[in-house]
């Protein structure tokens, strides 16, 4: 639905200089910006919005229709066995909550370094982390053997003793984990555009609207005092925030780091899982600003310049990634475990090498590509590349997953794992709810933080006034 | 701009209130206390146990030697009441079943679900009286569960049982119970 | 006691406020809160009108009671609960079988509730009483009075019910009584008629032998007595732990159980049977100076194998067995010559008390159906035989069938046989009657009812004592053949009743019989006779024509398993799952290839093949097994039943169509079958996993010398005991009763060959199988696995919800009821011992097997609870018994001797190669083994420090009786 054509803001961008990097296009004024900004929110629809918003929304269906069907019929409506007791379920929540690790780096991290060039997607990025991270809580729940019991894994008083949880189990810790950088991700997510409230509900028309927008903006009042507070605020949310980008995939890494399985028993996992996370994360994000800013019209905004940016950490995270896999099988190699060497020449040579050829290919050898600055300001090439990541970082947990387990200690309880119709559709239903979550935001929220992007722009303004 | 604190206000106040409730409610499922369901035949322990000081093991001997202290077959009553002259509506009724070769068909007080092993030899071999669990049964006349019987009233009787050393000490496994 | 065994299906209660409060509030969470908790229903509790005095509800009683599962007649003890028995175990006062079983053994109790039984007796295929089928049948038989009557009946060991029919032949004049046994020894009986005058099948004396030959004979498996053959064996290998070796060579074409027990397994067609055994007698007869003429040196045949076994034999001459499963009174005629060269005979080879539990005569059988085809049989009565389905020529007694004008069966279901009788006379099940056996001369048991008969069947003595037109009660009549013939052989007791009242009490009463065998010298059996000679000649004669055989011809070896033998227990779910102690197959036969024949067919495991000899084709999915002999396929026999029930009508094909065939063809049909197989590797990868150890190292020293690991992990307090196990794999032959009596103790799912197929099967023991070395020199291992209850186990750290935790008496506990079901600690156990409750298991029409029926559901055991869906489960090491037993020692205040609490699987090991105790008890049996050499811990470097531990097997030459190197397999 989107040609594929250098946008007009491109053509006559100018050549680096050693003056700081401007971050937008063309000369806006902030009305422009404003206008810009809130162009999907005002305007209608277009076909190309319900086509995707069609299809999103009927893969959600597919999603809840499997997800019904497992529930009431049972585990055994997956591919699963006796050997395999995780696959899609586990790999699908490692993948999203990875992919979900972009936003909170993004607004968090990279504000406190004060990088700019942020500001243009730190809102959207945002929004993805939520949704991924929401797609992800759903399979730890969906997994178990009798959702309805999840609340089990909550600390509280019972009439049973009472009797508490397991603080010894990484499936605990990630609860903690998960949720704790839900709540996080979304008061950061959500202060941050209390500004762009107060500016819709100025300048909404409906009087619903107004209403709902005001009691968004929490009585915003532009006034020094609360944006000065308003700094405070943000900057120590993005202190706390910055440890759980660590945290969240150290921890989702204990779940496998911490068990006795050659191929999980591994010490590398928290900053490999870490890196990878990024790593996936940075490329959704790339995947999704990259259809955005056409169909929404936002070149002018995200620029290549950010494109570029990404990239870059794209590269470096993905080799990080690649350094990891080598490093995995020099282990297994020195440490002469018979039991870790079989599981990585599995892994190699065994039933599912192509998985894991995949996931080499896609995630250490593609990114090389973005050595070379003019890929990087490629946009297709940067589109293919970050959908071959995404790709590459679901194999990866499928193979560490799968392999490990299908294939463990006693040759006699090994066994092959094929997935059902079932947990695709589980899969799809996930992507489904991603997407349609941020089809609705694109349309729902500005999707650019509007009073970040004007502070950028603001100094030009005062001058042609 | 009052109106979106007012609003937050509310609408936090609701949500703790409903989930107090919730927190209420949830935490009794399953809790059968109280429970005196009539039975089809008005046995009253406040005259058999309470006033004519019939032992619970007389009638319930299972609980000797099985893990069902049992409910006592119809000749045990008979023990007695085959040579008693006095007549009630009750008494004739369980006669005509007799007659008939059809055993009374109690309703069960004390339910547990049966993921909970409980065997009550164990425990009157462990000298536990039948009313630390049952009540003054020797006082109602129609009995009752007045026990919540949860699993954490079971553990409260096991902890202390492990400190105090007068009696055989009770042990705090799940699979005590569990299997 | 109305008490319901799980907590998922409740009569929802008609009043309480709580329960309609979250009616109320219809939101999910509280929805999903609720469905974890279980809601009370109105339970009642109904007591007996009368109660009688032996049974208290919550109690088991045992009986002890005789096996009718096979003619092998083990003695048994039945567990009941509150009036229907649950549980089938050996009994221990037997010298013959001293308390193993089998898995078929373990599994008839569950044939007792099987719904496929037929309910009443049936005319004419219509449901009748028992007084209107006396009426029909009794005058006919009357009429026949100048006629053949024939009752034809598998093996009879009950000595009552063998007089009884005596007296019918005395009652009518051409009454006669011919035993047809679907596995024929009647090849053996006419081999010993002819060497030792007395048709007769020998006691053998595996425990006596120190070297054992076995010509194709799965004495541990299927033939003649498995049970107290193992127990034998098993016996014999541990006595032999260090001072002398036991060797055991054998000769085979397909892979049985005994041969992947065998020190050393020789490939051997079928054809070459007769031939190996003429080599073996000539090796034998060289070496013991006897001159045999006219036996000439046979190149088909693998000479250097047989001159070792005969060596070993030699050396052990007097102590040393040569058993064939060969029906040819040819061959059994020569394995005669050679124990009797060797001396066996009277140590090894006992017939003073020779074995009653095969007594088939082929001969006779052939003569009936051509009586029965000329129409001189004017009344069948068929028991305990099944001929229709299993008689090589089934379709040709089905026509004979019909020229006689009374049929009746016995049958305890309408199957192939009684579907063509006029009437179906149903027997009780063996835990309903009374009955008694003598499987070996002068070892008598006694079997007793458990239960009050569930349909309105009738005992096979009483129908043919009404019909004599006598009064029923074969009770009465078992206690005047005892008074008679037992009674007065023994000097015990004074009283008649006194003897009667502690047989019963006991189920056995053992004596010697007079020798009844006609005169033997050792020097005439040594001396080669006219038997002998023309024996020779006849294998000559049949090895030349095995000669021809085209290249697209296979030879056929058919074999029973160890789970379905004959077929008579097809309907039997628990039977149907068991893992074949070889293949580890379920559900279903197959055509086990050769790799070589697969290579050459261009087929693999799971490719359908066409089978066919002549007119006669199946079709069965191709198996390649291992060590299978090249040009011979094997074929289970005792699937394809067509009217065994819901379970077993359907199961695989039928393979005795081809009993007459020497020679199949095969042919590749392009369809796929996948087979239901619990495990799929067969290498041990080069792991230490299953242990050996050589004689030598043994006798060095037999302390342990390994020092335990160094743990990070703080020693656990010790509670009261620290219960551990020690598998004896020295002893454990992989007959896999264990895996069926844990499925019967534990209540544990039968889930059916597609969720097999899926790797889900549910069985809380598994035996491992693994093998090594070349097809020629097949090297087996076995090892029985269960949940090995580590002190540092992986699962309980990674459950989220506590519902796996350690006891304090060293118990890995799975709480079934706080289990959600994550998986996690499946995925963490390095032994993947743990089973996962995929569906609803119970109360699913869908896994319609043990766990829906209300008939069936009469099996469970009320100490263990059903488990949901979605729970984890795994062995418990029988908590239940444990409990049961430390409760005993208290009320009766006496300390709990060791060996009082035995495990479901242990108890039922012939072997008696899983040993449990308290480790805190210094002078236990347990505790002594894991102070010994032999003792390991499996994947000890994981610090798991498991309380269940393995004790080494010992080999003369591991390289070659382990198959412990890597392999192409």
């Not at chain 3, 020798?515 to 005439?524: D, F, L, Q």
Request: proline residues 5%.
């Amino acid at each position: 639905m989107i040609a594929w054509s250098a946008p007009a803001a491109d053509r006559h961008a100018e050549p680096p200089s050693r003056r700081r990097t401007r971050w937008i296009d063309g000369d806006p004024t902030l009305r422009d910006i404003t206008d810009d900004v809130m162009r999907p929110l005002t305007s209608r629809p277009g076909a190309a919005w319900w086509a995707a918003f069609a299809v999103a929304a009927s893969a959600l269906a597919i999603g809840a229709a499997s997800v019904t069907y497992e529930v009431t019929t049972g585990i055994g409506t997956w591919g699963l066995n006796k050997t395999v007791g995780w696959a899609f379920d586990i790999t699908n929540f490692v993948f999203w909550v990875g992919i979900g690790h972009a936003g909170t780096l993004i607004s968090a991290i990279l504000l406190l370094l004060r990088q700019q060039w942020r500001t243009a997607i730190s809102r959207s990025a945002e929004a993805m982390t939520i949704f991924a991270v929401m797609c992800a809580a759903m399979f730890p729940l969906i997994h178990m053997g009798r959702p309805w019991l999840a609340f089990w894994v909550l600390p509280y008083p019972n009439s049973r003793g009472p009797l508490w949880v397991n603080f010894r189990s990484p499936l605990l810790w990630d609860v903690f984990a998960i949720n704790t950088y839900l709540t996080i991700s979304l008061v950061f997510w959500y202060v941050g555009m209390i500004p762009d409230f107060a500016t819709l509900r100025d300048r909404a028309q409906s009087p619903l609207r107004r209403f709902a927008y005001s009691m968004l903006s929490l009585g915003w009042d532009g006034s020094a005092r609360t944006w000065s507070r308003y700094e405070t605020a943000s900057t120590l949310l993005a202190g706390l925030a910055t440890p759980l980008v660590i945290s969240v995939h150290t921890i989702v890494s204990m779940d496998f780091a911490t068990s006795v399985l050659p191929g999980w028993h591994a010490t590398i996992f928290p900053p490999y899982f870490v890196a990878g996370a990024v790593f996936s994360g940075f490329a959704m994000v790339l995947t999704l600003l990259i259809i955005v800013r056409r169909v929404m019209r936002l070149e002018r905004y995200i620029t290549l310049r950010h494109l570029d940016a990404m990239a870059k950490i794209m590269l470096l995270t993905g080799s990080i990634v690649g350094l990891a896999y080598a490093t995995e099988f020099y282990n297994a190699w020195y440490g002469h475990n018979v039991y870790e060497r079989a599981v990585f020449l599995n892994r190699v040579t065994g039933p599912y090498a192509w998985g894991f050829w995949i996931m080499v290919g896609c995630n250490a050898c593609a990114p090389q590509l973005l050595w070379i600055r003019r890929l990087r300001r490629n946009v297709p090439i940067l589109f293919a590349l970050s959908i071959a990541v995404n790709v590459g970082m679901w194999f990866e947990r499928f193979i560490i997953i799968v392999t490990s387990l299908h294939r463990s200690f006693l040759p006699s309880t090994w066994t092959m794992y094929r997935p059902s119709m079932i947990e695709v559709g589980t899969l799809i239903g996930s992507f489904g709810l991603f997407f349609t979550c941020f089809l609705l935001f694109v349309r729902l929220l500005p999707m650019i933080a509007m009073w970040e992007v004007k502070a950028l722009a603001g100094h030009r303004d005062e001058a042609t006034r | 701009m009052v109106s979106w604190q007012l609003a937050a206000a509310t609408a936090a106040l609701t949500c703790a209130i409903a989930a107090a409730v919730l927190a209420r409610e949830l935490s009794r499922v399953g809790v059968h206390q109280g429970y005196a369901p009539a039975q089809p035949i008005a046995f009253s322990h406040k005259l058999h146990a309470g006033d004519f000081r019939v032992p619970c093991l007389y009638c319930h001997f299972g609980a000797r030697t099985s893990r069902h202290a049992g409910i006592p077959p119809a000749n045990v009553c008979m023990n007695c009441h085959g040579l008693l002259q006095k007549q009630t509506t009750d008494l004739e009724l369980l006669k005509e079943l007799i007659d008939q070769q059809r055993p009374v068909a109690w309703i069960k007080v004390h339910n547990l679900p049966d993921f909970v092993y409980f065997n009550h030899s164990q425990h009157v071999t462990a000298h536990v009286e039948c009313q630390a669990c049952h009540g003054h049964v020797e006082r109602m006349t129609r009995v009752e569960q007045q026990a919540p019987l949860t699993m954490g009233w079971c553990i409260d009787c096991h902890r202390q049982r492990r400190t105090d050393f007068t009696v055989p000490a009770a042990n705090l496994d799940c699979g005590k119970c569990h299997y | 006691m109305a008490e319901p065994l799980t907590f998922w299906r409740e009569r929802p209660e008609a009043d309480t406020s709580r329960r309609d409060f979250l009616t109320r509030i219809g939101f999910t969470l509280a929805a999903s809160a609720l469905a974890g908790c279980s809601r009370g229903p109105v339970q009642q509790a109904i007591p007996f009108l009368n109660k009688p005095e032996e049974i208290t509800p919550g109690v088991a009683s045992w009986y002890a009671t005789t096996c009718g599962g096979c003619s092998s007649a083990c003695a048994l003890l039945a567990k009941t609960r509150d009036g229907r028995p649950i549980k089938i175990e050996g009994n221990a006062e037997s010298r013959l079988f001293g308390g193993g079983t089998c898995a078929a053994g373990q599994a008839t109790v569950l044939s007792l509730y099987d719904p496929d039984r037929a309910r009443g007796p049936v005319w004419r295929g219509n449901a009748t009483t028992w007084e209107a089928i006396d009426k029909e049948i009794q005058p006919r038989l009357t009429a026949a009075a100048e006629r053949r009557v024939v009752l034809l009946s598998g093996t009879i060991t009950s000595p009552s019910t063998r007089a009884l029919i005596a007296e019918w032949s005395s009652r009518f004049p051409h009454f006669s009584h011919i035993v047809y046994d679907a596995v024929s020894f009647s090849g053996l009986r006419e081999a010993t008629r002819r060497v030792f005058g007395v048709a007769a099948v020998p006691h053998f004396r595996f425990d006596e032998a120190n070297t054992i030959v076995g010509l194709d004979a799965d004495f541990l498996g299927t033939w003649l007595s498995p049970v107290e053959f193992t127990r034998q064996y098993a016996g014999r290998r541990r006595r032999a732990l260090d001072q002398d070796r036991v060797r055991h060579h054998h000769f085979e074409a397909g892979v049985s159980l005994t041969g992947s027990n065998a020190d050393r397994r020789i490939l051997m067609p079928p054809s070459a049977h007769g031939a190996t055994a003429l080599a073996l007698l000539r090796q034998i007869a060289a070496r013991a100076g006897v001159a045999i003429d006219g036996l000439a040196l046979d190149a088909t045949v693998d000479n250097n194998a047989i001159a070792v076994a005969a060596d070993d034999l030699w050396r052990d001459r007097g102590h040393s067995l040569v058993v064939s499963g060969s029906n040819e009174p040819s061959v059994q005629v020569i394995v005669h010559a050679i124990n009797g060269v060797l001396g066996n005979v009277g140590t090894t080879v006992d017939l003073d008390a020779p074995s009653l539990q095969k007594q088939g005569d082929d001969a006779a059988v052939a003569a009936l159906v051509d009586d029965m085809e000329r129409g001189d049989v004017h009344a069948l009565l068929v028991y305990g035989a099944n001929p229709v389905y299993d008689y090589r020529e089934a379709s040709r007694f089905v026509r004979a069938m019909e020229s006689v004008a009374l049929t009746v069966s016995f049958a305890d279901r309408v199957d192939e046989t009684a579907a063509h009788c006029h009437a179906v006379c149903p027997d009780h099940h063996f835990l309903e009657a009374w009955g008694d056996a003598e499987p070996v001369a002068g070892s008598f048991s006694l079997a007793q009812p458990t239960i009050a008969p569930l349909f309105d069947t009738r005992a096979v003595q009483d129908s043919l004592l009404v019909w004599l037109g006598r009064a029923p009660g074969f009770y009465g009549y078992i206690r005047e053949t005892w008074r008679r013939d037992r009674f007065p052989r023994q000097t015990r007791y004074q009283s008649f009743d006194e003897f009667w009242d502690h047989s019963l009490h006991d189920g056995v009463f053992e004596t010697r019989p007079a020798p009844v065998a006609p005169s033997r010298s050792p020097e005439r059996l040594a001396l080669p006779t006219d038997a002998w000679r023309a024996a020779a000649s006849e294998i000559e004669r049949g090895s030349r024509d095995a000669a021809n055989r085209s290249s697209t011809e296979y030879e056929l070896h058919l074999y029973e398993t160890v789970a379905l033998g004959d077929g008579r227990h097809a309907n039997n779910p628990w039977l149907q799952e068991l893992p074949d102690p070889v293949s580890k197959i379920t559900w279903g036969n197959f055509v086990a290839v050769s790799a070589a024949a697969a290579g050459r067919l261009g087929v693999e495991s799971g490719d359908v093949l066409r089978v066919s000899s002549g007119d006669r084709v199946v079709e069965l999915p191709a198996f390649v097994q291992p060590g299978q002999s090249s040009d011979t396929v094997s074929i289970a026999r005792g699937y394809g039943r067509e009217r065994a029930g819901r379970v077993g009508t359907g199961v695989g094909a039928n393979a005795v169509r081809f009993a007459a065939a020497r020679v199949v063809t095969l042919a590749k049909t392009g369809r796929q079958q996948a087979l239901a197989a619990t495990q799929t590797h067969h290498s041990v990868e080069g792991r230490p996993i299953v242990r050996t150890l050589t004689r030598d190292q043994l006798r060095q020293h037999d302390a342990a010398v390994e020092a335990p690991l160094a743990t990070l992990y703080p020693p656990r307090e010790g509670g009261q005991h620290h219960w551990a196990m020690a598998v004896d794999l020295n002893a454990c032959t992989g007959c896999s009763a264990c895996v069926t009596a844990c499925q019967a103790e534990n209540n544990v799912p039968v889930v059916g060959a597609d969720e097999v197929r899926r790797g889900r099967e549910m069985h809380w023991i598994r035996v491992d199988r693994y093998y090594g070395g070349t097809d020629a020199q097949l090297t087996t291992a076995v090892q029985p696995m269960m949940c090995q209850h580590c002190e540092n186990a992986p699962c309980e750290t990674v459950c989220p919800v506590l519902a796996t935790v350690h006891s304090s008496d060293g118990i890995n506990q799975q709480v079934y009821n706080r289990c959600v079901g994550t998986r996690y600690c499946e995925n963490n156990c390095p032994y993947k011992v743990r089973r996962f409750n995929w569906f609803q298991y119970a109360g699913n029409e869908r896994f319609d097997y043990t766990l829906t029926d209300p008939l069936e559901r009469m099996v469970l055991n009320p100490d263990v609870v059903v488990r949901a869906r979605g729970v984890m489960e795994k062995c418990s090491l029988c908590v239940q018994r444990i409990q049961t037993e430390k409760l005993a020692a208290r009320r009766e205040d006496r300390p709990l001797a060791d060996g009082r609490i035995q495990t479901a699987c242990g108890q039922s090991c012939p072997a008696d190669a899983i040993v449990f105790g308290d480790l805190n008890d210094p002078n236990s049996r347990v505790a002594k083994l894991r102070a010994g050499r032999r003792h390991y811990t499996v994947l000890e470097e994981l610090g798991t420090r498991p309380n269940v531990g393995y004790l080494m097997r010992v080999v003369d030459d591991e390289r070659e009786q382990t198959p412990h190197t890597e392999t192409r397999l």
